[in-house]
């Protein structure tokens, strides 16, 4: 029955050695972030729900962003099968133009009109200022980070995911001590509060930029083409739009989708305890998922190489035993996240961030329903981000990803928090809907094996 997992030698070995540096990046990016709400949550649950109301659109930029990875990653990783260096810079140019229009859009916005912009997602005044405050020099951040993560999804989908773990580890380390120092007022400077954490991320973020711009200077494994970047090319950009679009679109009205969850607990009854509680359980889920999108990443790599070098008659096997690992992975995660929030949650790790009752309670709840979909979510992120993506299905795993989101989840969202006004138990099984129906509809794709299409062949870019 489980033959497929039954690989040539040296595939776990390579699996392994391209999705552990995946893992440990996103495992330092959670962590820190954890340490990172620690530290807001510290003083108290208004700050820590204007940082959560002002990463409301920053989250959908930060899917913009993961969209055009996914995007680029799609082409570059085939691209690297055919090992044609000259088209992975074009794409990479494609990608950059495409992150930095939106990023200093967004910057623009919260720099400009943080008030009203921000008024859109919460009915509270005073969270709201404090969140203008955040937002102002947050929004500049992106701009900076936005070129960092298209950088490194190249250097991933040429089998180099290192480079984003050293890049990333520097990153948030730097931002961790940044936030003790600025927040909290501590070696001599002033407390700055929730604008200290801000101030302590763009900071963070133009050491990133510059590690980028060393590594990109001394690399001898790949060059970067000036020219290429600027000027990419019609035709690539054609490419990109017919190929990567889809997934760009993916992510941003994914992101899109989901802002509307805390938008929705953001004008519900004992909001500022729901978003604070939101916060924690978000940034547990995150940590949590570390392993889903290790291997979700090695999968559209894998995948991608080898439809590219024209070995496309393995890929379906190759599939179905990383969304098994996947699947497997979260079975024994979400295990662990029952116990810990059932066990040691309420003694030592809800009041490290001083949650009223309320929040606590609203953070168990969201925190076992995470545990009880985690395998079903993980196969799902493998199965869409990893396998149909980087079998060039881009279309259909857009269709199968934001359906559920739009067509089920938000609609029973809304009229559970908004029109019933029903418990936060309630909405959160509302939103947890869209699993089910992906897990259903990507199976029945995967097992028609009618995603595997080959994007770099010259007549698919007429």
Same mark, same amino acid.
């Given at each position: 029955?489980?033959?497929?997992?039954?690989?040539?030698?040296?595939?776990?070995?390579?699996?392994?050695?391209?999705?552990?540096?995946?893992?440990?990046?996103?495992?330092?990016?959670?962590?820190?972030?954890?340490?990172?709400?620690?530290?807001?949550?510290?003083?108290?649950?208004?700050?820590?729900?204007?940082?959560?109301?002002?990463?409301?659109?920053?989250?959908?930029?930060?899917?913009?962003?993961?969209?055009?990875?996914?995007?680029?990653?799609?082409?570059?990783?085939?691209?690297?099968?055919?090992?044609?260096?000259?088209?992975?810079?074009?794409?990479?140019?494609?990608?950059?133009?495409?992150?930095?229009?939106?990023?200093?859009?967004?910057?623009?916005?919260?720099?400009?009109?943080?008030?009203?912009?921000?008024?859109?997602?919460?009915?509270?005044?005073?969270?709201?200022?404090?969140?203008?405050?955040?937002?102002?020099?947050?929004?500049?951040?992106?701009?900076?980070?936005?070129?960092?993560?298209?950088?490194?999804?190249?250097?991933?989908?040429?089998?180099?995911?290192?480079?984003?773990?050293?890049?990333?580890?520097?990153?948030?380390?730097?931002?961790?001590?940044?936030?003790?120092?600025?927040?909290?007022?501590?070696?001599?400077?002033?407390?700055? $509060?929730? !604008?200290?954490?801000?101030? #302590?991320?763009? %900071? &963070?973020?133009? @050491? /990133?930029?510059?590690?980028? *711009? =060393?590594?990109?200077?001394?690399?001898?494994?790949?060059?970067?083409?000036?020219?290429?970047?600027?000027?990419?090319?019609?035709?690539?950009?054609?490419?990109?739009?017919?190929?990567?679009?889809?997934?760009?679109?993916?992510?941003?009205?994914?992101?899109?989708?989901?802002?509307?969850?805390?938008?929705?607990?953001?004008?519900?009854? $004992?909001? !500022?305890?729901?978003?604070? #509680?939101?916060? %924690? &359980?978000?940034? @547990? /889920?995150?940590?949590?998922? *570390? =392993?889903?999108?290790?291997?979700?990443?090695?999968?559209?790599?894998?995948?991608?190489?080898?439809?590219?070098?024209?070995?496309?008659?393995?890929?379906?096997?190759?599939?179905?035993?990383?969304?098994?690992?996947?699947?497997?992975?979260?079975?024994?995660?979400?295990?662990?996240?029952?116990?810990?929030?059932?066990?040691?949650?309420?003694?030592?790790?809800?009041?490290?961030?001083?949650?009223?009752? &309320?929040?606590?309670?609203?953070?168990?709840?969201?925190?076992?329903?995470?545990?009880?979909?985690?395998?079903?979510?993980?196969?799902?992120?493998?199965?869409?981000?990893?396998?149909?993506?980087?079998?060039?299905?881009?279309?259909?795993?857009?269709?199968?990803?934001?359906?559920?989101?739009?067509?089920?989840?938000?609609?029973?969202?809304?009229?559970?928090?908004?029109?019933?006004?029903?418990?936060?138990?309630?909405?959160?099984?509302?939103?947890?809907?869209?699993?089910?129906?992906?897990?259903?509809?990507?199976?029945?794709?995967?097992?028609?094996?009618?995603?595997?299409?080959?994007?770099?062949?010259?007549?698919?870019?007429?």
């Amino acid at each position: 029955m489980f033959s497929y997992l039954r690989r040539g030698p040296g595939f776990y070995r390579r699996v392994g050695g391209l999705a552990v540096p995946i893992i440990l990046q996103n495992l330092i990016t959670s962590t820190l972030a954890m340490a990172d709400t620690f530290m807001v949550g510290m003083l108290g649950e208004v700050p820590m729900a204007a940082v959560t109301l002002a990463n409301i659109p920053l989250f959908v930029m930060q899917l913009f962003f993961f969209g055009v990875q996914s995007g680029s990653a799609v082409l570059i990783s085939q691209y690297w099968g055919r090992q044609d260096r000259q088209a992975i810079n074009r794409v990479v140019g494609v990608a950059l133009w495409a992150v930095n229009l939106v990023s200093v859009t967004f910057a623009l916005v919260l720099l400009l009109i943080p008030v009203p912009f921000l008024s859109l997602f919460g009915n509270q005044r005073e969270v709201i200022l404090l969140a203008a405050d955040y937002g102002r020099i947050i929004g500049l951040s992106y701009v900076l980070n936005g070129v960092t993560l298209v950088y490194v999804a190249a250097w991933r989908s040429m089998e180099r995911p290192g480079i984003g773990m050293y890049i990333l580890a520097a990153s948030m380390g730097t931002n961790t001590f940044l936030n003790w120092v600025l927040i909290f007022g501590k070696l001599g400077a002033p407390a700055l $509060g929730v !604008t200290g954490a801000a101030i #302590a991320t763009l %900071i &963070a973020r133009v @050491v /990133e930029i510059v590690i980028v *711009v =060393v590594h990109a200077r001394r690399s001898r494994v790949f060059r970067l083409d000036l020219g290429l970047l600027l000027r990419p090319g019609l035709r690539t950009v054609k490419q990109f739009i017919r190929y990567g679009s889809p997934v760009v679109c993916n992510e941003t009205m994914w992101g899109l989708g989901t802002a509307i969850f805390p938008t929705i607990m953001g004008h519900m009854a $004992g909001s !500022t305890e729901i978003l604070a #509680a939101y916060t %924690i &359980a978000g940034n @547990v /889920e995150k940590l949590c998922m *570390v =392993v889903a999108f290790g291997i979700s990443g090695t999968a559209s790599i894998i995948i991608g190489r080898e439809i590219g070098a024209g070995r496309s008659d393995t890929v379906y096997q190759v599939g179905l035993a990383l969304n098994t690992l996947a699947a497997a992975g979260g079975t024994i995660l979400g295990a662990g996240l029952l116990a810990f929030t059932h066990l040691s949650a309420p003694a030592w790790f809800f009041p490290l961030f001083h949650l009223s009752p &309320a929040a606590c309670s609203a953070a168990t709840i969201m925190m076992t329903v995470q545990a009880c979909i985690m395998p079903m979510r993980d196969f799902n992120n493998c199965n869409i981000v990893g396998v149909l993506r980087g079998g060039g299905d881009v279309k259909t795993a857009t269709m199968i990803d934001l359906c559920p989101l739009w067509l089920c989840a938000i609609p029973l969202a809304a009229l559970a928090g908004l029109v019933f006004h029903l418990s936060i138990l309630w909405v959160y099984l509302a939103m947890s809907t869209e699993q089910l129906v992906k897990c259903i509809a990507g199976v029945v794709r995967l097992r028609t094996g009618k995603w595997i299409h080959d994007l770099t062949r010259p007549q698919t870019m007429e």
